[in-house]
C-alpha cells in the first residue's frame, strides 16, 4: 500500500519557471527519498533527507521535510524540458526495513 | 560500476502461462527489491531479499513468487498469467536494504499479458 501522496497530480509550467511538489504522508519516518522517471523507464534516485534534516539541495533541487507536518516539497529551479517526467516521494522507516512510494506527480515543462 | 541490470526488457505471454525475470544488482549490494508499476495502482511492492533470504513480502498471491542466489542476482517469477498483471516490474538493489538508504533502479521489464 502506498503511503506518500503527492500534489499536485499533475504539473504543466514553462521552461525557466520553478516547480514544486508536496509530499503527505502519515506515519514516522526515518528517512523520504525523491525519485524521477523518465517514461516507462527506471526510476532515477534524486535525494534523501533525513529526518533529523529539515532541507537539502543538489544542484537546481531543493527539498524540505517538516516532520510536524508529515510533509516534504521539491522544488526544481529553473526547470528545464529535460525534467519533464514523474516525480516520486518514498518514506523510508527502520522499523521493518519499509519504504513506500507516493502515486507521482506528473511534470511537464514546455519549451 | 555497472548500474542495475533488468532481463529481459520486453515480454509477451499468453495468460495461464508463467514468466520469470532476472535483476543482477549493483556489485556489492546484498538488498534486492521487486516492484510493480500500473498505471492504475502505481507502484507496488513486491518483495525484498536480502543475503538469499526474504526479507520482506507486499500484498501479493502466491504466484509471486522470487529468490535470490549467492551473487545477489535475483529472479522472480509469475505463474498461471492474467491479463492484470501486464505492468512495468522494476526491481531494485542497495547496500543494507530499502527502508534505509537509497536504492538503484533498474530500467524494468515490460510484461504484456495478452
Known amino acids: 500500500s502506498q503511503q506518500g501522496e503527492e500534489d499536485p497530480q499533475a504539473l504543466s509550467i514553462q521552461e525557466g519557471e520553478n516547480a514544486t511538489m508536496n509530499c503527505s504522508y502519515k506515519?514516522?519516518?526515518?528517512?523520504l527519498q525523491w525519485y524521477r522517471q523518465n517514461s516507462g523507464r527506471g526510476l532515477v534516485h534524486l535525494i534523501l533527507i533525513r529526518s533529523n534534516e529539515r532541507e537539502k539541495h543538489s544542484g537546481r533541487l531543493r527539498v524540505t521535510l517538516d516532520t510536524s507536518k508529515k510533509s516534504s516539497s521539491l522544488l526544481i529551479t529553473a526547470s528545464r524540458a529535460a525534467d519533464t517526467a514523474s516525480y516520486f516521494c518514498a518514506t523510508g522507516s527502520y522499523n521493518n526495513n519499509d519504504m513506500r512510494f507516493g502515486a507521482g506527480t506528473r511534470l511537464t515543462v514546455k519549451p | 560500476k555497472a548500474g542495475v541490470t533488468q532481463t529481459p526488457r520486453y515480454l509477451i505471454k499468453t495468460r495461464g502461462q508463467q514468466v520469470t525475470l532476472s535483476c543482477s544488482p549493483i556489485?556489492?549490494?546484498?538488498?534486492v527489491s521487486w516492484y510493480q508499476q500500473t498505471p492504475g495502482q502505481g507502484l507496488q511492492f513486491l518483495f525484498e531479499y536480502f543475503s538469499e533470504t526474504q526479507r520482506n513480502k507486499g500484498n501479493f498471491p502466491g504466484r509471486f513468487s522470487g529468490r535470490q542466489f549467492s551473487n545477489s542476482r535475483s529472479e522472480m517469477n509469475v505463474s498461471t498469467l492474467e491479463l492484470g498483471d501486464s505492468a512495468l516490474y522494476l526491481c531494485?538493489?542497495?547496500?543494507?536494504?530499502?527502508?534505509?538508504?537509497?536504492?538503484?533502479f533498474g530500467p524494468g521489464t515490460r510484461l504484456l499479458v495478452l
Open positions: 506515519t514516522s519516518i526515518n528517512n
Open positions: 556489485s556489492g549490494h546484498r538488498s
Open positions: 531494485a538493489s542497495s547496500l543494507a536494504g530499502r527502508g534505509t538508504e537509497t536504492q538503484y
